[in-house]
């Protein structure tokens, strides 16, 4: 067939115009309904946002002073409409008689709630702009609700639970709030009031629309809380708190203010991008669920990590920065550009810790930086990656339903880890630029992790997409092992080499090695480019035969790492003279690989490591590294040691923590000595001297006890069953002044109870949902019963805990499954607990396999212990 002629115009189909308006005029085929199924299904979401765009919300809402009272409101939702011929699913988890009415687009409609779903007929909804005001009961699931004071938290799909919405996270909108609460509540929202009327028993808060944000992010407070506000450069924030103890006011709100107005200077510089809402303000929550929530303008944070005393130690004052600017960061990483499904919620999540280690350079020289790095991440991470339930960092993700279950240790401490080789691998410089603009391109929207891969692969000319398989996609940590060749005294072969452990593949990083003489001097130091096979150290070929060699020494690398024979046993030797000598971040390294090394049966037995941790324990001076070595001498001891080796160990591990208390230098690092002697106290003498302290409430040394240290020195007390003449634990609550931690600790009493038949009675309790509704308070009082002193007449709990899981995981938020896993079986060391276990897997195959996951993830110590316990 010929081409048209040249220059000549193209020849015109004489039906063309015709078959065009035939084409627009013929219906396209319906989308069809998408199931009405419980939960967010992922088809239900890409369906909606097909379909719907445009979305806003309006709230009116009355909180009566009574507790019992049902909370009442009026909701608008509006919403444009792409195509109108299928009914709209609106998510709705609560009793459809708590919608009282539905009005679509002027007209009334019969309400069909089903599925935990509210349907807008197809035959009322229209293209273009729609309009749904409903009368309604809020649904209190998510509210929690107190006495007097409330607060919403709707992460990641608990919207609905309170009214009908959108509940999914790339149908961002803006919601304006009218709330009426008794008047002498205080009250806090995403958006600035706009006004409000006081009337003789309530008042009424009206709110600006907020800016555009997710539900999940949807957020108020309200309560008898203490307002208070500040101007930090430039910025006035406000702070609505419940914390009575002047001391901890007085030290702790400047900085609690001061570090978020630093924390904001350091985003904007990094991202290039100014504060991005029209507010910042936060409330101290009692109890809260987790260590803080990004809400956009209204940051809900634990009380406990914000308000602190003269008391606090270092790991308590960095713990109190890091979670400002992590939730700081979560202005930019999340709120302003979000996940477009939970199955990337990881990303917020590792950027906000990124940025609020980056923050800490700022206050820590290099040295301290990358201590609290080591600290902080790698042992959690390892918690999970070296178990049977490992999890990839990027997870599937179907319905959002179970998108709780996607939070963990993984997500919060190996993707740091992750993104720390990313960055090293591309480069500070190049690695910002790509932020920066994939920050700029999605601001305002929504964005998946191959969206973000994309543009930072276009600045860096290594393979992200290979490299991004293995360490986001994969689970598990490789073991990494070196073979040592030397001939007439020097080294002539050194290899590094990766192998698997639980199918994990080979990762691609970078860290360092070390060369050490018999007496820790170092002989050699160079950087492992480890591709995943046998790689060659060609700097060690020369270098004096060693003695030992350390893989990993700078802490970076990620996997469990060989350590050379007898090295736990010079710790002090090398931390005097040798090659750990003001190196605490390398010490920080060892011990994690010695941990670790232990856990898998390597080199050291649990006795001899709790033998080199006990001598170890005076020549230790690094806060970070004190808790660090503390935590993991308290798990060998109880997890690790039958009751006979613990019984044996007790005095010389208790005289090691109070001589190391005596000789430490700071307040600081005597407290954190003093409160892993609480934990280990065993021997009548141990206990008496505890007992001293709390009943005179005179603290060793200088360390500085506030009410809650001693209200936790007597449960340990109670939990031994000490004999005291009065029962410690009335005498304790009649010392507590705050209301909130007394009822805390009023809580906690029947878990501790010396009275197996009370014990047994506040375990069943458990099974009805309005006895966990305060989780941070039910895993203290697991941890209680389920200590290795009770196990005699607690394990018989295991079966009905394993049984409640699925349940908790529909009614709690997103971390209490997995502390209710990890308070319930992490403690045991018995086979037949671990029979429990694998029974319950076993008669469970088709188990929801998040949740199996996390079961294995908490029983690994258990079935390490039959193994390490002999």
């Known amino acids: 067939m010929g081409s048209p002629a040249e220059g000549g115009p193209l020849p015109l189909n004489p039906m063309l115009p015709a078959l065009l308006l035939a084409a627009l005029l013929t219906p396209r085929p319906a989308p069809g309904p998408v199931p009405v199924v419980p939960g967010v299904s992922r088809a239900l979401a890409e369906a909606r946002k097909a379909r719907i765009s445009r979305v806003g919300y309006e709230l009116d809402v009355t909180v009566p002073a009574q507790q019992d009272s049902a909370i009442v409101g009026r909701e608008i939702v509006s919403f444009r409409l792409r195509d109108a011929r299928e009914p709209v699913q609106l998510d709705f988890k609560a009793p459809a008689g708590y919608l009282y009415s539905l009005n679509l687009n002027g007209q009334p409609v019969p309400i069909e709630h089903r599925a ?98 997710s539900t999940y992010l949807f957020s108020f407070v309200a309560g008898k809380f203490t307002h208070t506000f500040e101007p930090v450069r430039g910025r006035t924030m406000a702070l609505l708190h419940r914390e009575t103890d002047s001391a901890k006011i007085r030290l702790s709100t400047p900085v609690i203010f ?7 200077a350091f985003m904007e510089e990094y991202t290039g991008l100014k504060f991005p809402f029209q507010k910042l303000d936060f409330a101290a929550i009692p109890d809260f669920q987790y260590g803080g929530m990004e809400h956009v303008g209204a940051i809900d944070y634990k009380a406990s990590s914000l308000f602190l005393d003269q008391g606090a130690t270092k790991d308590q004052l960095v713990a109190r920065q890091n979670l400002i600017g ?47 790095f080591l600290t902080d991440h790698y042992p959690a991470a390892y918690a999970v990656d070296r178990t049977l339930g490992a999890n990839p960092i990027r997870q599937p993700l179907n319905n959002l339903q179970d998108a709780g279950s996607l939070y963990g240790n993984i997500i919060y401490h190996k993707a740091p880890i992750m993104m720390h080789q990313l960055e090293t691998l591309m480069g500070e410089e190049n690695f910002r630029a790509g932020v920066r603009e994939y920050l700029a391109k999605y601001a305002g929207g929504n964005a998946s992790w191959p969206d973000l891969i994309t543009i930072l692969d276009a600045h860096t000319p290594a393979d992200l997409a290979a490299w991004n398989q293995v360490w986001v996609n994969e ?154 070595l503390t935590n993991q001498l308290s798990a060998i001891y109880w997890q690790f040691l039958t009751p006979a080796e613990r019984a044996a160990q007790a005095p010389a591990v208790e005289a090691a923590l109070w001589q190391a208390l005596q000789a430490a230098a700071t307040p600081g690092a005597q407290k954190l000595f003093f409160q892993a002697y609480q934990r280990v106290a065993l021997t009548p003498a141990a206990l008496g001297r505890l007992y001293e302290v709390w009943h005179t409430q005179q603290a060793p040394a200088q360390v500085k006890l506030t009410e809650d240290d001693y209200t936790s020195l007597a449960l340990a007390l109670a939990v031994h069953d000490y004999p005291a003449p009065q029962p410690i634990l009335p005498q304790q609550l009649a010392r507590v002044k705050n209301p909130d931690r007394r009822a805390r600790l009023e809580y906690l009493m029947p878990a501790l109870s010396p009275d197996v038949a009370v014990r047994d009675k506040f375990f069943a309790g458990l099974a009805q949902e309005k006895n966990r509704e305060k989780e941070a308070w039910v895993t203290s009082a697991l941890g209680y019963l389920h200590h290795p002193l009770r196990q005699a007449t607690s394990e018989k709990y295991l079966p009905q805990s394993l ?68």
């Open 258 to 264: 001061e570090t978020h107005g630093r924390a904001l």
């Open 326 to 372: 992590h939730e700081t960061a979560h202005m930019w990483f999340g709120d302003l550009v979000t996940m477009r499904w939970f199955n990337d919620v990881w990303m917020k999540e590792v950027f906000a810790n990124f940025m609020a280690d980056k923050l800490s350079a700022g206050t820590e020289d290099a040295e301290g930086q990358l201590l609290k």
């Open 116 to 213: 935990e779903h509210l349907l807008l007929p197809a035959k009322v909804l229209r293209v273009g702009d729609n309009v749904v005001r409903l009368q309604l009961r809020l649904g209190e699931q998510s509210l929690n609700r107190n006495a007097d004071y409330l607060y919403t938290l709707l992460v990641p799909d608990r919207t609905r639970t309170v009214f009908p919405c959108f509940d999914q996270p790339d149908l961002k909108a803006s919601f304006t709030l009218t709330l009426t609460v008794p008047r002498a509540w205080q009250v806090l929202a995403n958006a600035k009031p706009a006004g409000h009327i006081e009337r003789d028993l309530t008042k009424t808060m009206q709110f600006r629309p907020s800016d555009t944000l």
């Open 475 to 628: 689970p598990g940590r490789p073991v990494v092992d070196y073979s040592l060749k030397t001939a007439g005294g020097k080294v002539t072969e050194l290899t590094v080499a990766q192998f698997s452990e639980n199918g994990s593949k080979p990762l691609p990083q970078r860290y360092s090695a070390v060369l050490l003489s018999a007496t820790g001097q170092v002989l050699a130091r160079g950087t492992v480019h480890d591709e995943g096979s046998a790689t060659p150290l060609p700097w060690a070929v020369g270098v004096p035969a060693p003695a030992y060699v350390v893989l990993n020494a700078d802490g970076l690398g990620y996997g469990l790492f060989s350590v050379s024979a007898g090295l736990a046993q010079q710790l002090p030797a090398f931390t005097a003279e040798g090659w750990l000598r003001g190196q605490p971040s390398q010490r920080a390294a060892l011990y994690i690989s010695l941990y670790e090394n232990m856990l898998r049966g390597a080199d050291n037995t649990p006795r001899q490591l709790l033998a080199a941790y006990a001598t170890q324990l005076p020549h230790e001076d690094a806060e970070l590294n004190i808790k660090l």
């Open 803 to 870: 049984a409640l899981l699925q349940e908790i995981q529909l009614t709690g938020d997103i971390f209490f499954p997995a502390a209710w896993l990890q308070a319930t079986l992490g403690p045991y060391q018995s086979p037949a607990a671990a029979q429990v276990v694998r029974d319950f897997l076993a008669t469970h195959k088709t188990y929801n396999p998040q949740l199996r996951g996390k079961i294995l993830q908490a029983a690994d110590d258990l079935f390490r212990a039959e193994k390490l316990v002999k």
